[in-house]
């Protein structure tokens, strides 16, 4: 699963565990509302569970419950969870040096890929989970 797609993921599943706080939600009940593999969801759960943010409730009965507060979860913490580094990304190989846009044209993404992102950290740490879920259930 790339990147953005795990961001989408969890921002899903937690969302989806927000909506019936008191309730556990197995992994294959919440992999069904994704549409996906329950294997999927658990390692995204995993990751969660290690901040404090879910937990499992083992048992008959048992599954996932959201131990956080969803107004309290941004989706920059969400982001940060499941995604490291930067959304934008250089070439992969270095440009040719004797090329003249090809020797400077990471020197020119630079700043404006810093403020790109500054931007989208700052629009995501504005929105919660609650916020999120309150826009599913209009």
């Keep these: 699963m790339n990147l953005s797609t795990r961001f989408t993921v969890a921002l899903h599943v937690l969302t989806l565990l927000a909506s019936s706080r008191e309730e556990a939600r197995t992994s294959e009940y919440v992999a069904s509302s994704v549409n996906t593999h329950p294997v999927v969801v658990r390692r995204v759960l995993a990751a969660f569970r290690k901040r404090g943010i879910v937990r499992s409730q083992p048992g008959n009965g048992g599954g ?9 979860i941004s989706l920059l913490d969400v982001r940060q969870v499941v995604q490291e580094g930067s959304p934008f990304s250089m070439h992969s190989q270095a440009p040719n040096p004797k090329c003249p846009i090809g020797r400077n044209i990471q020197s020119a993404l630079r700043p404006v890929y810093a403020e790109a992102e500054r931007a989208l950290e700052e629009r995501l740490a504005r929105t919660s989970i609650a916020d999120l879920l309150a826009a599913v259930q209009a």
């Design 64 to 72: 996932w419950l959201l131990a956080a507060d969803p107004a309290k």
